[in-house]
């Protein structure tokens, strides 16, 4: 079975993307800040990381940084979800190495899980 | 000089307050759409019947707030849209630009939305590379972004989305073309007023604000260009922006 992190602070809506991504079929780990984000992403076996962008202690972007830096994490997925979407921020994302970046308002979890299967086949 | 030093200091101050509205209304935007996310969510839930099976008239009312709640989205999307703009009133800030490369940019950017309703979209280039124009590159942006959300948003399932990009007479010309729901001969004259929003639309109850094309206009007026457009059953709706050579 696929894994699948998910750092995400808000408990309702990280709790809403997990039940959607295991009934899909996947295993999955969850944070619910940035520094258990950078933490929980050098655990083994993980597929792709879902990222948020605004947490309450590091930003999306310093995690993303990091995944890219660590040569255990550098190739993992990394989908960034998040509401915000300045052309800026889908810049910043893609040159510090996001796989893709999702505008959470903008889909349905069954649109997310569907992307997440294109993404690891 | 005194008076110069006056009108330097409540400049700054306009631009300081201009700037902080700018980030409230960002901020706002930001945690307004958490929340009509985890409503979205929840609402497609129930009408999916994955919380258990909906009676008819259960249903009706899911499928209302859905629709409303999609509104409500894309009302915040046009609200970071126009600040984005400055309210459109703000000089252009202009620079050399490659409108081939913005629109494959802009084009590109749809990605999902494209997957979401199995749409072709297809930027086709010009045979020899155009010239560039002098504009404000996030201004454009805003336009091309315009024509190209509403050109898949108005089309059929399966449907297909071209741009195309031309060099004529001194102007550039970027034209979005779709084969979807056509804007009635009533409605062609009132297309760019603010909050209008055509009777074909509203009856095929595609949400909207209404403020895409009235923000794209205005754009393109203070770039000296023209945003003009065509909309038949035998030929489709075609959007054309046209800005003047560098």
């Known amino acids: 079975m696929k894994k699948i992190l998910i750092i995400e602070d808000d408990i309702f809506l990280q709790g809403l993307e997990a039940g959607k991504l295991q009934k899909s079929g996947y295993t999955i780990m969850s944070a619910r800040n940035g520094a ?51 052309e800026a921020d889908v810049k910043k994302a893609k040159s510090l190495g996001s796989t893709d970046f999702m505008v959470k308002s903008n889909f349905t979890l069954d649109e997310l899980a569907d992307h997440i299967k294109s993404l690891i086949k | 000089m005194d008076d110069i030093e006056k009108l ?4 700054k101050k306009l631009t300081d307050i201009i700037a902080a509205k700018s980030d409230v209304i960002s901020i706002g935007a930001h945690q307004l759409r958490t929340s009509l996310t985890a409503l979205k969510w929840i609402l497609k839930m129930f009408s999916d019947n994955d919380l258990g099976t909906l009676t008819d008239e259960q249903r009706t009312y899911i499928d209302q707030a859905l629709t409303s709640n999609e509104r409500m989205i894309t009302l915040v999307s046009s609200m970071l849209a126009f600040n984005h703009t400055d309210g459109v009133t703000a000089a252009p800030k202009l620079q050399d630009v490659d409108i081939e490369q913005l629109t494959s940019d802009v084009a590109g950017g749809f990605h999902g939305e494209t997957l979401k309703k199995n749409i072709t979209l297809t930027t086709t280039k010009p ?6 124009i002098t504009a404000d590159p996030e201004m454009i942006r805003v336009v091309l972004e315009c024509l190209v959300e509403n050109a898949i948003k108005y089309s059929e399932t399966s449907g297909k989305v071209t741009v195309t990009i031309e060099e004529k007479n001194g102007m550039i010309e970027v034209s979005v073309h779709n084969n979807g729901i056509v804007i009635g001969q009533k409605d062609k ?58």
């Open chain 1, 36 to 86: 258990e984000g950078m933490q929980k992403i050098l655990e083994p076996g993980i597929d792709l990381i879902l990222l948020d962008l605004i947490l309450p202690d590091y930003d999306g972007f310093e995690i993303l940084k990091k995944i890219r830096a660590t040569e255990a994490t550098k190739n993992i997925p990394v989908l960034v979800f998040s509401n915000l979407s300045e």
């Open chain 2, 127 to 132: 045979a020899f590379p155009v010239s560039h």
């Open chain 2, 8 to 11: 330097k200091t409540e400049n």
């Open chain 2, 189 to 246: 004259d009132h297309i760019f007023q603010k909050f209008f929003r055509a009777e074909t639309v509203k009856d095929a109850q595609i949400p909207g604000s209404g403020l895409g094309l009235f923000i794209a206009q205005s754009i393109v007026q203070q770039h000296k260009g023209t945003l003009s457009f065509t909309s038949s059953t035998d030929a489709g709706t075609t959007f054309c922006v046209s800005l003047p050579v560098a």
